[in-house]
Nanobody, 124 residues
Framework: VQLQASGGGLVRSGGSLRLSCAASGRPFGSYGVGWFRQGLGREREFVAAISGSGKTIDYPDSVKGRFTISRDSDKNTVFLQMNSLKPEDTAVYYC??????????????????WGQGTQVTVSS
């Protein structure tokens, strides 16, 4: 299975971007998918996660109310809508899937398949 993240780019502070994470080789099915980000010189940070059913969603306080994660099972794709972007949101964004167990998690070590990352740059 491979994950392909896309949708990053350069946007001004207050702008929006929509990231996509498409899976090939197997469906996401009932498994959770998460988004993470890593800024320059920083550790990988949890951004959002969604369960297989889409009914359980989690965000850290840093993005709650600005970011929305969703999934389209027919397209086998998970989205991250990012609004009201801030310069501190600048990072490489990665999607990841946990095909080992159900539910969602914040720890990147719990995810076993990762996409290649897409750069998001927010200018002030």
């Amino acid at each position: 299975v491979q994950l392909q993240a896309s949708g990053g780019g350069l946007v001004r502070s207050g702008g929006s971007l929509r990231l996509s994470c498409a899976a090939s080789g197997r469906p996401f099915g009932s498994y959770g998918v998460g988004w993470f980000r890593q800024g320059l010189g920083r550790e990988r940070e949890f951004v959002a996660a969604i369960s297989g059913s889409g009914k359980t969603i989690d965000y850290p306080d840093s993005v709650k109310g600005r970011f929305t994660i969703s999934r389209d099972s027919d397209k086998n794709t998970v989205f991250l809508q990012m609004n009201s972007l801030k310069p501190e949101d600048t990072a490489v964004y990665y999607c990841a899937a946990d095909f080992q167990r159900l539910g969602i998690r914040r720890d990147p070590a719990e995810y076993d398949v990762w996409g290649q990352g897409t750069q998001v740059t927010v200018s002030s």
